[in-house]
């Protein structure tokens, strides 16, 4: 087993100026900070992110879990996908 897998990683994206959250290789939402790089904001983004993640997971079927598992460990060719995120859309 591959330990990155299950790392949340926030990343900011130059190009969109966007904080995005990944889980290994799975998207899991994004958001364009009000004030860049502030630290707080992104502390606040991590643990909003943590909280949906768990809320998310516990409602997904054995199913959705498995197929959760297969994004987060299987690398595509651009990097990861970033279509749609797994969390929805960043509350505003």
Known sequence: MHDRWHRVSIV???ATRELEAWLGHA???STR???PGSADEVVE???TTLIRLIEVVEA???HERINLLAKIAAPTASGGERTGG???PFPA
């Open 12 to 14: 900011s994206n130059v």
């Open 27 to 29: 998207h899991l939402w």
């Open 33 to 35: 900070p009000t004030e």
């Open 45 to 47: 983004f991590f643990t």
């Open 60 to 62: 997904m079927s054995a």
């Open 86 to 88: 797994i969390l929805g």
